[in-house]
């Protein structure tokens, strides 16, 4: 049996899991789903009902991309993303880094995205709050290393960067000329990668 991973392409959560697996060249089957018609058989051993979802060909499901991420880099993790260990001070900044995004940040992004939604503030607001809670912090620490984890990349990398990306095309023309340059060299990085290019083929 093969492994099979419940997808979806524009899923920052996905698009991050499929990262991981491509880089440890874990073989897998990645399946597209309808976010309006999910398959049973992913909701059958899935019940929360979002991507990603891996169906390991052990017979084991992980749901929740971060555990197929570190999963995954057990397995085979030849750029090292997962050096850091736990206990050590890298680790611990690392896992503050990822633990702002999938909170703090994500509620501000989803927030400036659809602002028309929540009409409380306006977008340039959601946007501050953003850029407080998580981009001044990446901008900071990009402006001395080339990436989050240092001088190459870890696991805060890429688990950050498609949410980042997510932020950025929401005004891309503001993002473009924000006083951010660290955090746009590093993002178009990613962006522009052959891995990134190969997880985001239709």
Request: aromatic share 12%.
């Amino acid at each position: 049996m093969t492994a099979v991973l419940y997808s979806y392409r524009r899923c920052p959560y996905a698009m991050r899991a499929r990262m991981a697996l491509r880089c440890a060249e874990i073989a897998v089957e990645v399946r597209e789903i309808s976010l309006r018609d999910k398959p049973p058989e992913m909701l059958e051993i899935s019940p929360k009902g979002t991507v990603p979802v891996l169906h390991c060909a052990d017979g084991r499901v992980i749901d929740q991309s971060l555990d197929i991420m570190r999963w995954a880099l057990a397995q085979n993790d030849p750029l090292h993303w997962l050096r850091c260990q736990p206990g050590s001070e890298a680790y611990a900044q690392q896992e503050t880094l990822i633990a702002c995004n999938d909170t703090t940040f994500k509620h501000w992004l989803d927030r400036y995205k659809y602002a028309e939604r929540y009409p409380e503030f306006d977008a340039a607001y959601y946007r501050g709050q953003a850029l407080s809670c998580q981009i001044e912090v990446l901008e900071q620490q990009l402006s001395q290393h080339a990436f989050l984890g240092g001088e190459t990349a870890a696991l805060s990398d890429v688990a950050l960067f498609p949410f980042v990306r997510q932020f950025a095309a929401v005004d891309a023309a503001w993002f473009e000329t924000s006083p951010y340059p660290a955090t746009r060299r590093w993002l178009r990085g990613w962006v522009e990668s052959d891995l990134f290019k190969r997880i985001m083929a239709k």
